[in-house]
């Protein structure tokens, strides 16, 4: 998550306990014309089984990263997959260049 903030290094992210489950929640601020690149993303993965996710983790891992890509490609892919409900997100604009992104995950 941290390669989509707008400064390398600065985000958030916190660890709990909640109902027997452990949740990861993170956020960074992000470019505003970022938002819908990643929502797409995150919904694609939202709408896969289990085996879908490990068939596109395996296929992402043989194509490398996306061009302009500042990591690998998988950081969602591999949460999706350790995941025990679909990712929640959310985008939270702040001015007209940047917005405040947030996710969780349940483990």
Known sequence: IIHYSTEENHGIITVGCENGRYFVAS?????????????N???KLQKMT???LNKFYREQR????QEGSKGGGLGF????RKAS???????EKINDS???FSLEIVI
């Open 77 to 80: 892919i591999e949460m999706a």
């Open 41 to 43: 993303r995150l919904i």
């Open 85 to 91: 409900k679909p990712i929640e997100f959310y985008f």
């Open 98 to 100: 940047l917005s405040f």
């Open 50 to 52: 289990r085996d879908e």
């Open 27 to 39: 956020g960074n601020i992000i470019e505003t014309g970022r938002i819908e690149f990643i929502r």
């Open 62 to 65: 043989k194509k490398g990263p």
